[in-house]
């Protein structure tokens, strides 16, 4: 099992920048694929970005391509997003989500495929 702490929101204004970090326990971090979703009031949680344990692909949700990028340093067990040119429209809560897998380029868009959660990080862009 791993257990997953997201950290790094905050208030930005509209066109600034934010980094969430999502810092993971256990010692099998490496193999696992990871991705972040968030949710903003009365909507549903949606899919940002997904990185397999490789960090060779890296899907985006079309409404943040561009303008996030999503990173993991298994040496540290963490997973980060930067978010640039942000708009208020990204203001949401950010989890990070995690799934073991043995194949180096797993990685998925559904919230149901990633059995391990955080608790989630506020981000609020400003207009």
């Known amino acids: 099992q791993v257990q997953l702490v997201e950290s790094g929101g905050g208030l930005a204004q509209a066109g600034g920048s934010l980094r969430l970090s999502c810092a993971a326990s256990g010692r099998t971090f490496s193999s696992y694929a990871m991705a972040w979703f968030r949710q903003s009031p009365g909507k549903e949680r949606e899919f940002v970005a997904a990185?397999?344990?490789?960090?060779?692909?890296?899907p985006y949700a079309d409404s943040v391509k561009g303008r996030f990028t999503i990173s993991r340093d298994n040496a540290k067990n963490t997973v980060y997003l930067q978010m640039n040119s942000l708009r208020p429209e990204d203001t949401a809560v950010y989890y990070c989500a995690g799934r073991y897998t043995r194949d180096r380029y797993y990685r998925s868009f559904y919230e149901t495929d990633y059995p391990y959660w955080g608790q989630g990080t506020q981000a609020t862009v400003s207009s």
């Open positions: 990185i397999s344990w490789s960090g060779e692909r890296t």
